[in-house]
């Protein structure tokens, strides 16, 4: 992969107003947002842990896709890059995470299965698009790291996902900065806490959303205690937007003056 420094994307299948908020309020970064095709959304990382080597790039970015999905409700695929090599994330809501790992050269580390659930939860088509996946997964001493990212959008493009111009995975953080700035782009600025329940009187609800809320919190407590334990930045985040999405119909039962 030539050395290229780490670096990463978000991409949301969603458009801005879903991803808008939930990033703005729960992924805590300075991201850049914008449009990527059709029913598509990117976020590029102003900065991120791992700039500093206190923290692996992928398990970052395996946490903001699972807070992202979960606050916009949507798949987030979360693509990646260092000196050792890439691949990719995609967070489904509550579901098990699903990876795929290429070393510099391109050689493949993951499950066949893998990528096959990777083309269900996106919608692909089960007989041509998983074709086009299928020589990610084989032996190529002519594609490295970089260059299955590529592939890998390539396909997605059926989807609808068109990236900006410039804006090519295995690039520097810089040149994804600037690809993105050209973009009809907007800055979501880093936030800390959870949004506020609404103002004004009680809103009970029904009972399913207050347990609901019960069930995100202690979820959430489970994953920020799992992600402390492994130095996970990400995966605190996500246990933070589960947290928070909890709170709410709970903060909601109480009246406020």
Not at 192 to 207: F, I, K, L, V
């Amino acid at each position: 992969m030539n050395a290229t420094p780490a670096g990463a994307v978000l991409l949301c299948r969603a458009d801005l107003a879903a991803v808008r908020t939930p990033a703005a309020h729960l992924l805590r970064e300075r991201m850049l947002l914008a449009p990527a095709g059709d029913g598509w959304s990117l976020l590029v990382p102003e900065g991120g842990p791992w700039q500093d080597g206190g923290e692996a790039v992928d398990a970052v970015l395996g946490g903001w896709a699972a807070a992202l999905s979960i606050g916009a409700g949507r798949p987030v695929l979360a693509l990646w890059w260092d000196d050792d090599g890439a691949g990719l994330t995609l967070a489904s809501g509550f579901r098990r995470p699903v990876g795929y790992v290429w070393l510099a050269d391109g050689t493949p580390v993951g499950e066949d299965e893998a990528m096959r659930t990777f083309a269900a939860r996106l919608g692909l088509d089960p007989v041509l698009d998983l074709q086009a996946l299928e020589p990610l997964t084989a032996e190529d001493r002519e594609s490295d790291a970089r260059a299955r990212l590529i592939a890998l959008t390539a396909v997605l493009t059926h989807t609808g996902l068109a990236l900006p111009t410039g804006l090519v995975p295995g690039a520097s953080a810089e040149a994804l900065r600037t690809a993105a700035h050209a973009a009809a782009v907007e800055e979501v600025p880093a936030t800390r806490g959870p949004r506020e329940a609404p103002a004004g009187g009680t809103s009970p609800g029904p009972s399913w959303h207050r347990a609901a809320g019960a069930a995100q919190l202690a979820a959430g407590v489970a994953l920020v205690a799992w992600g402390v334990r492994r130095r996970s930045g990400g995966w605190v985040t996500a246990g933070a937007v589960l947290i928070a999405h909890g709170l709410v119909p709970l903060a909601r039962e109480r009246p406020r003056p």
